[in-house]
């Protein structure tokens, strides 16, 4: 055993042993490696790591079939950008899922802190860690343009309030769906499907509501990107084309929090809540006979009559009425 390393495990078959030579290394790394995992087990480096590659995924499949379809005439089209960011939402679910619940959207990110459903303290963590990711003649606009690879820019059918309206609505229809999906007091996807079902609803939103303004949602998805662009080529113009470049920042945040209110008001305070302890009251009551404990020395031979009158029951717990003030973290 004094010959194997703390690494061993790690190592494919036939590598799990040491030369003497590396038994001094094994002294000074030990505790570096120690301290290493101490701090990757933190809640808020575990979340930030896990917001970081789920986001990096989705982006890659997402402005990946954007590229198909602007660079390669034969190899992409409109239904495979929404099939590439959807399944691509899928996959960063998977990815982060039961770590950090796998935001990849800063909008929904501040929702949940605005609902209290989750702490102020963590949203730079999450939208840092969103932004991280994001590291010829280059036209914005125009009929060679590619900077739309990376961002969302305004058509030219559509006016900038217009677009702002569209951001908000297509926003809120997100947050309201991944309500749906995940309320267990209503209807909620079936366990282990969560991933492919919010994976599914990116694509049919891009499909029926996302010609007008490629459908961001995200500031996460369109800022980052656009700083991007910035940097690599494509110049200041990508923040001045029809002064768009704000709306995917701020409608998404509008949206999400009026499609969370939307679900709540309609949906979610009409949930019954459970009547759990109107059930094990009836139980109580229905047992007629005392049960005795079993240290008693001489237990009696014959059962003993019970009054059930109104006065000798025993008093049973009612259900409190629903009132207007339900958690909202059920939702």
């Not at 963590?125 to 125009?142: D, N, P």
């Amino acid at each position: 055993m004094g010959s194997e390393c703390t690494w061993a495990s790690f190592l494919p078959t036939g590598l799990g042993c040491c030369s003497r030579s590396t038994r001094n290394s094994k002294m000074v790394s030990s505790p570096v490696v120690t301290k290493m995992q101490a701090i990757m087990q933190k809640e808020m480096v575990r979340e930030f790591l896990a917001e970081f590659m789920s986001t990096y995924v989705m982006m890659v499949f997402g402005l990946g079939s954007v590229a198909h379809m602007v660079l390669g005439e034969k190899f992409g089209s409109y239904l495979s950008v929404n099939l590439g960011f959807g399944f691509g939402v899928t996959m960063g679910v998977h990815m982060a899922g039961n770590i950090s619940g796998a935001h990849m959207n800063a909008a929904l990110t501040f929702t949940n802190c605005v609902l209290g459903r989750m702490s102020w303290k963590k949203f730079p963590v999450y939208i840092l860690a969103i932004i991280q990711f994001s590291g010829g003649h280059l036209t914005v606009t125009g009929p060679t343009a590619t900077a739309g690879i990376f961002a969302t820019y305004l058509p030219e059918h559509m006016t900038l309030w217009r677009g702002f309206l569209d951001e908000v609505i297509v926003t809120g229809i997100l947050q309201l769906c991944l309500f749906a999906i995940t309320d267990k007091e209503n209807n909620p996807a079936l366990q282990g499907t969560q991933a492919l079902v919010i994976g599914i609803l990116i694509v049919v939103i891009g499909l029926s509501l996302g010609m007008n303004t490629g459908y961001a949602m995200n500031p996460s998805r369109d800022l980052p990107p656009r700083f991007f662009t910035f940097i690599a080529g494509w110049g200041i113009q990508v923040f001045r084309a029809r002064d768009w470049w704000w709306v995917p920042v701020v409608a998404p945040l509008l949206g999400a929090y009026l499609g969370a209110i939307v679900y709540l008001v309609f949906i979610g305070f009409s949930i019954p809540r459970r009547p759990q302890i109107l059930e094990n009251s009836m139980k109580y009551e229905d047992r007629r006979t005392p049960v005795l404990p079993k240290t008693m020395a001489n237990p009696p031979t014959t059962p003993t009559p019970v009054s059930v009158s109104p006065a000798n029951r025993p008093s049973v717990r009612t259900v409190p009425p629903l009132s207007d003030s339900i958690h909202l973290e059920h939702f």
